[in-house]
């Protein structure tokens, strides 16, 4: 199945699920995360959900991080070039909900480079066996990911299993290392 129609079957499959279930299963991701062993990095990368898209709701995560005085680092979008640029996260840092409804910092707080983070949380539709997923399309992460470090732990957060066959890729995909799910947690480095 080629992206584009897995991108509108895992879409839609996501939308039928109740505000109850995308809040259940977005805990038991946040639960899964707290048995893995990464928790004595220092920058963590977060998205904030999109919730007209019933993302996997981050804010279990985020209560997480500042509960073990992580720094939390958010992204704002620039849909010119489709890059993003880092923030801080801090008492003083204005979310603000953009056109395409992505909550994110109003970029006026401390920039941070994408070579200073150790762990990124990569949201997404639906990934295959081998950790390559599949997003919304536009590549902002692919490029994101490419300008970190390649020690950077990249977890996706997904409401359904991989995909037991590999899908399509391109030169610039960068797949994950690990995908926790709300059932079972999936690494890809083994």
Known sequence: ???????????QLRLDLSPQEVE???????????TMDIWDFKMYHLFLSIEKHKEVQTDFILHALQGKDKNVILSKSNFS???MSHYLLTDDTRILINKWGI????GNGIAIDEKQLDVVFVPLLVCDSVGNRVGYGKGFYDRFLEKCRPTVLKIGLSFVKPLNYQIETYPNDIPLDVLVCPDEIYDFRK
């Open 1 to 11: 199945m080629e992206k584009q129609a897995l991108r509108n079957k895992y879409k």
């Open 24 to 34: 259940d299963y977005s805990l038991q991701i946040a639960n899964r995360l707290l």
């Open 103 to 106: 909550p994110e910092p109003d």
């Open 81 to 83: 070039d489709y890059s």
